[in-house]
């Protein structure tokens, strides 16, 4: 019985042994899936953090755009402003230089109306010199 007792301890103590790798290899594979997920979860929390630092830079960019876009809207503004300024002041310009030439015109006229005065007045000055003379 004695023997019995013995072979009975150790195919208990073989298989309280055989449990134990079991458990030890259970373990080492749970240790092994819990670096994966760490490992795993480490390069999540990396991501998300670029993808913060993306949504960040979009939103200064978002920014900026808006800026530039009221800005552009300003100037477009502005030119248009400038644009009547110019069509303004190009009508008056070709109002004054239509107004200068009929101005010229006029002296033209006014001159040839003097000289042919003149050439009157030189006609009776001489004219009259001869009557003077001949009296």
Not at 35 to 52: F, H, Y
Request: glycine share 2%; proline share 0%.
């Amino acid at each position: 019985m004695c023997c019995f007792y013995l072979f009975q301890q150790v195919t208990e103590l073989e298989c309280v042994s055989s449990q134990a790798n079991a458990v030890h290899t259970h373990k080492t594979e749970l240790n092994q899936t819990i670096q994966e997920l760490e490992s795993m979860l480490k390069k999540k929390e990396e991501e998300i953090e670029r993808l913060k630092q993306e949504i960040d830079s979009a939103r200064e960019l978002q920014v900026q755009r808006d800026s530039l876009t009221q800005k552009l809207q300003e100037v477009e503004i502005r030119n248009k402003d400038l644009e009547g300024q110019l069509s303004d002041l190009e009508q008056r310009l070709e109002k004054s230089q239509n107004e200068q030439e009929a101005f010229r015109n006029n002296l033209k006229t006014l001159l040839e109306i003097l000289d042919g005065k003149i050439f009157e007045l030189t006609e009776l000055r001489d004219n009259l010199a001869k009557l003077i003379e001949g009296s």
